[in-house]
């Protein structure tokens, strides 16, 4: 089955403490990117990958990294998480860079940062 | 900067009625205009994609048109079930990756 794998889904954590959200695709897409989700302001994207080394900034990328090591797998990493990185976020995949493709979406994973 | 705008945060029609959900967006047209369904604690689900250069696309009882002289989309389910319930985000893409979202409409269909 084509899906979009991240983990975990919850997560409690404190201030400070260096924690990675994993996204694996088994579709064999080029685009991978992440996306958090706040109440009233839709998605909004962190990072984005077009292929395995290539990653470049969304609108919202302070406090975030990731990387692109293989094509299946695209890890988000909060070195320092904050209060204000509390949301839920999702990692999509889709077969083109162009655009002209749907992404297909992870089931996300809900951050609570104490 | 870009502002996407999705019409209502909530929506309530009768089963069997048309809904209609609207997107307007600000300054200059995206390349492409998708639509998404989003159910409670799960992932965005892709319906339907409209280019900058057609006017409309349908879906089984789905249909988007999309407007470049009004900026905006509109997004119709015919015959609605209480099954679609469910919230409806619009997503534009610019420039080939920048990807932006509205907020949603959360759509509830009554029996």
């Known amino acids: 089955e084509a899906q979009v794998t991240q983990n975990p889904r919850y997560l409690i954590t404190v201030t400070g403490k260096k924690l990675t959200v994993t996204c694996s695709q088994n579709?064999?897409?080029?685009?991978m990117s992440w996306y958090r989700q706040d109440p009233g302001l839709g998605l909004r994207q962190i990072y984005y990958s077009m292929n395995v080394e290539v990653t470049d900034k969304g609108d919202v990328p302070e406090g975030y990294k990731v990387s692109r090591k293989e094509k299946r797998n695209f890890p988000l990493i909060l070195e320092s998480p904050s209060p204000n990185q509390t949301s839920l976020y999702f990692c999509a995949s889709r077969s083109d860079v162009l655009g002209n493709q749907p992404q297909h979406f992870g089931d996300g994973t809900r951050l609570s940062i104490l | 900067s870009q502002k996407i705008e999705q019409n209502s945060e909530a929506l309530n029609i009768q089963e069997g009625k048309t809904a209609t959900l609207t997107c307007n967006y600000t300054n200059y047209s995206p390349a492409y205009l998708q639509w998404y369904r989003q159910d409670p604690g799960r992932g965005p689900v892709f319906l339907l994609l409209i280019r900058e250069n057609e006017k409309e696309k349908r879906k089984e009882r789905l249909k988007v048109t999309f407007d470049t002289t009004l900026k905006q989309s509109l997004f119709h389910i015919t015959a609605s079930q209480p099954a679609d319930s469910a919230t409806y985000l619009c997503a534009l893409l610019y420039n080939n990756n920048d990807m932006r979202f509205g907020a949603g409409t959360r759509l509830t269909v009554k029996p």
């Open positions: 579709m064999n897409h080029e685009y």
